[in-house]
Structures are given as C-alpha cells and as structure tokens.
Nanobody, 112 residues
C-alpha cells in the first residue's frame, strides 16, 4: 500500500491550500483516513480523521480546515483555509487497515 500526498507549498497567512492523498496498492479500503502534521521541534499531531460516517478535527483547525474523501478514487483531501504561521509543518497522509499506513509527507509553509 502506498499513500501519495501532494498539494503542499508556500502560502501567505490567511491563504488557502488543498492537500490530496491518493492510495494505491493491494489494500484499497483504508478506514479511517486522515492527516497528521509535524512542526519543527514538535511531535507529530493529529489534524483530521474521516471514517465512513464521521470526521474528527483538532481544535486548532476547527472552522478553518475541512477533510473529505472520495471512495471511488480512494483518496482523502484536506482543504485548509485561513492558514496561520503555526500551521507550518510537514503534513502526513494516514490510513488504517489492520495497521497504520503513512505517506511520505508534504511540506506546508505559511509565511509572509
């Protein structure tokens, strides 16, 4: 199983980005799926998870980030609005089926 994340980049405070994660390989149905992030000098933390029927967002991103998934494409997305400097981190795609699966990560830098 491979998780390929994309969509990171440099954005100004208040801007928006959309992260995408595509799943390929032998195991297709990962549940839940979601995103974690790791800022410089900090531990990896949960950003958002989505299951078949519910979503879970970290308090720090509620009202700004939205997670969604496309079961047909086996992909998960993270729409990030009103980005802040503290959102700067490497964002990792995550999926679970019997064990956790991780993508390589995509860097999001929020800076003016």
């Amino acid at each position: 199983v491979q998780l390929q994340a994309s969509g990171g980049g440099l954005v100004q405070p208040g801007g928006s980005l959309t992260l995408s994660c595509a799943v390929s390989g032998r195991i297709l149905n990962l549940n839940p799926m979601g995103w974690y992030r790791q800022a410089p000098g900090k531990e990896r933390e949960l950003v958002a998870l989505i299951t078949s029927g519910s979503t879970n967002l970290a308090e720090s991103v509620k009202g700004r980030f939205t997670i969604s998934r496309d079961n047909a494409k086996i992909a998960v997305y993270l729409q990030m609005n009103n980005l802040k400097s503290e959102d700067t981190a490497i964002y990792y795609c995550y999926g679970f089926r019997g064990k956790p699966y991780w993508g390589r990560g995509t860097l999001v830098t929020v800076s003016s």
